[in-house]
């Protein structure tokens, strides 16, 4: 079990940055001032890392409700992360996302920038791109997401350093362990996505039976589950009393026979809740691979 972690422990990051262990996602927040009022709101209670994309259309609505919220934490403090989608466009669609995402975010530089997928071709020359960038301070940190362990190693033959984050899928039903294994070896943080399984195992009587043993809800069973595995959590929520809900899981632990028995028991009903962009056979990044959306 990690002691004391906290809503504002960070993750120290292997390019010597760090990161909240805990954030908000942004995937389905809608583009208008529900996504503005719940930014505000979330940062209002404390939280600190925004997870979005350009695929997620929300940039201008997070930027927005960064300016909003009623406390006004120093840019420092705040931690952004979005993503090109996709790869497809090459250097030139990148940058030109990238400087869209500058402005909609209202900031001058982004916390951690993401290939969002290794699919739509052109990933190397896009990740060269970032690097670029990460060397005018426009990018604080280089990360992939949905990347395989067959597309990390694809980088390394590349001769290319190794993102410092890795974004995937991961809850008991989908814990992606070769991914993780792998990434730990490496040094890389993970990002866990769908920490709540997009909310498609609350009802599940396992994870009931430990929301009343520890007095806790079922989605505060997964997200402690998350933490407390050292992954990156940033789950989704649009309403505010969630948003609550989801970050009070810092005052209990599972015991480690928990930890494990839930993630026994969600191997045994393996699901994922959207793409698999880690499975894409295109190792070589060619220039058109299949192109699929976020579910
Ligand atoms: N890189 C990628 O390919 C990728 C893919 C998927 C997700 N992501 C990132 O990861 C974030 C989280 O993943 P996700 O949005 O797919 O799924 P998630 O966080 O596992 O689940 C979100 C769903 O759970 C509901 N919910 C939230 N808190 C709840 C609670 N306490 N009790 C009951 N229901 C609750 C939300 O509804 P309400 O809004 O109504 O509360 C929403 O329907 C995304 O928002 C995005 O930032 C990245």
Redesign the pocket.
Known sequence: MRAALSLTSRIKLNDGNSIPIFG??????EASTVTTNIVAKATELGYRLF???EL?KNEQQTGDGLKAAQVKPSREEIFIST?VFTTEGGRHHFLQTFEQSLKKLQVDYIDLY?I??PQGGHVLEVYDAMLELQKTGKIKSVGV??FGVKHLEWLINAGRPLPVVN???L?PWWPNEDIVDYCRKKNIAI?????????RV?NDTFVQNLAKKYHK????I?LRWSIQNGFIT??????TE??K??MDIFDFALESDDMKALLEYGKMHAAN???D?TTNSEVKFGPMDRIHT?M
Not at 24 to 29: I, P, Q, S, V
Not at 191 to 199: E, I, V
Not at 217 to 220: D, G, S, W
């Open positions: 908000l996602g942004l995937y389905r927040a997870d979005t994309a997620y993503k993401f969002h997928s997401s949905n974004q995937i899928e809850h990002m866990a996505y769908s920490p709540l399984a997009k909310a609350l809800t079922p989605a505060q997964l940033i789950p989704k929520t649009s309403n969630r948003l809900e989801n809740t959207g793409w962009p976020e």
